[in-house]
Structures are given as C-alpha cells and as structure tokens.
C-alpha cells in the first residue's frame, strides 16, 4: 500500500500515523538505544503491515534523523545529537517523556535569545491589520485568563507568538511557530499551567501588544524578556 501524490487514505493515514508514534516515542524515550538495528520483517511482524508502509514510515523517521538505512545492516537508531530537535514531534514526545525538564529548559532558552527579537521585528514590519489582530489577542488572553478558561487561552496565546514570529519579518523566526506552538501545549497539557494564569502574565501580553501596535520596537523586546522572565521562572 503505497502513498498516492495525494497523500493516503484516512484509514491508512490512522495507521501510518501510528506506527510512527509508537518506534519515534521509542527512540525519543530511549527504549530503542542508538545504534539498535531494526529490520523490515522483524517491523512487518510487529506492526501486521506490508513491507511498503514499514518503508515508507522508516522514510519519514529518517528524515527527522530518528534513524538511519546502511547497506547489509538496516535501519539503525541515531543517537540524539544527530536528532532534528526542531522537529514538532520531536518536541512532543520528548515533552512527554523522562526528559520533559530539559526539553523545557532548552526551548525556554530558545524562547528567550528569539521572541523578544521578533516582538522588536513586529512592531517595526507588522501591517496595520497584524497590529491591531494582536492587541485584539491580547485582549482576549485577559478575558479568558481571567475566567480560567484555559483550552481557549491556549489556542489564543498559539494565535499570538506565532503571529509576533510571522510579522517580525524575519523568515527565519517565522519558521520557529510549530516549536513555540508544541513548547505553549506542551506546558498546557503537562499541567505546568496555573489554573488561571498570572497578571504578571496576562499584563505582559498587553504591553507586548501595546508596543507593537505603537510600533516601538524597545519597548516591545522589553515587554518580551518580561514575559518570558515569568515563564522561565515558572518552569524552571
């Protein structure tokens, strides 16, 4: 059962997806060791599917450097320094592992050398409809923060950085949202989220928002490390 040019059917997509959930958070937890060797057959058996979706799965799992295919030997885990921790799923599965601490450490520091920059960048390059979507945001962050209302705080705050990242105008940045976006669930749905969140908080996405609609580049990166000073705070 090949993948078509559009992509499998649903029923398949199910279980491609699952297969590569279950051997990436095997590798990511440690349960499979670097340099483990895994055959097709001995994955055919395993799973019950044709050798062509153990191939194509293995294919995705490569190209998050999870593993590697070397002639007369197989496929072989890699070991973590040659991950794409940039990867979302990466990030989730590490998120729910033994090594949730240190993943929170390493994208929170990501988070902090980043976003106070891009706020800079948004409130310089944003359009006039950029600006006034994210002081609506932030106002909706207060609304449902207040309330406790944390599913759709959550979806609003995914809204906000990943437009901050978008409008700095900096593609660079901008492709940084899927890790931002896995980093803010992650901390949702790990429970490291107050039941509503802080003021300091909540005031801190304002002054964001503030700044960038004023199009004052300083106070927006400060209004950043303000923000993310909170939630370094908070993880670690």
Not at 12 to 34: D, H, K, T
Request: glycine fraction near 6%.
């Amino acid at each position: 059962m090949a993948l078509s040019s559009k992509g499998p059917a649903p029923v398949a997509a199910v279980m491609y997806s699952s297969i590569i959930e279950e051997l990436g958070r095997s590798i990511v937890s440690g349960e499979l060791q670097p340099g483990e060797r895994l055959t097709i057959e001995a994955l055919q058996e395993r799973f019950g599917v044709s050798r062509t979706v153990i191939r194509d799965c293995m294919r995705i799992l490569e190209s998050m450097n999870l593993v590697f295919s070397k002639r007369r030997v197989g496929i072989v885990v890699q070991s973590p320094r040659h991950w794409n921790v940039y990867d979302a799923r990466i990030i989730r599965w590490r998120l729910e592992g033994t090594s949730r601490a240190k993943q929170f450490k390493s994208l929170t520091e990501l988070r902090c050398a980043v976003e106070p920059l891009a706020a800079a960048g948004a409130a310089r390059n944003a359009t006039q409809e950029q600006r006034a979507v994210v002081v609506d945001l932030a106002q909706q962050l207060r609304i449902l923060g207040e309330a406790g209302r944390l599913d759709e705080f959550l979806a609003a705050d995914v809204e906000f950085h990943a437009l901050l990242l978008l409008a700095s105008g900096n593609e660079m940045f901008s492709a940084l949202d899927g890790v931002v976006t896995e980093v803010l669930r992650g901390r949702t749905n790990q429970g490291l989220m107050p039941r509503k969140p802080r003021e300091h908080a909540l005031a801190s996405h304002e002054a964001v928002a503030a700044a960038i609609a004023e199009a004052d580049p300083g106070a927006a990166e400060t209004a950043m490390r303000n923000l993310l000073a909170e939630v370094r705070q908070a993880i670690t």
